[in-house]
């Protein structure tokens, strides 16, 4: 079964940057897809972006386009999420997430979870 364990979250002002990592292992991931997604309190966990490990193809959701970036590094089973230009309304509990086959927005849709890690960006 894919583990995933996250690291990188924390307290950072408005305007600046943090960079999220996610760990995979214990599975073949030349067909999974790994998703970021991020819940807020009160709100439903919403899709951040999303990217292929077999294809290289990446999809970021309208709010944060241009402004986070997602990489891979297959040799080391890692994804990667940088946040730059933090907004207040990024604050929430980020996650990875992997599924067979493409990306996908739904997050009903992903089989492995890791345990999210906070980022809290104050004004």
């Known amino acids: 079964q894919v583990q995933l364990v996250e690291s990188g979250g924390g307290l950072v002002q408005a305007g600046g940057s943090l960079r999220l990592s996610c760990a995979a292992s214990g599975g073949t991931f030349s067909n999974y897809a790994m998703g970021w997604f991020r819940q807020a309190p009160g709100k439903e966990r919403e899709i951040v972006g999303g990217i292929s490990w077999s294809g290289g193809a990446t999809y970021y959701e309208d709010s944060v386009k241009g402004r986070f970036t997602i990489t891979r590094d297959n040799l080391k089973n890692t994804v990667h999420l940088q946040m730059n230009s933090l907004k207040s309304e990024d604050t929430a509990v980020y996650y990875c997430?992997?599924?067979?086959?493409?990306?996908?927005?739904?997050?009903?849709?992903?089989?492995?979870w890791g345990q999210g890690t906070q980022v809290t960006v104050s004004s």
């Open positions: 997430a992997a599924r067979p086959g493409n990306i996908n927005v739904n997050p009903r849709t992903y089989d492995y």
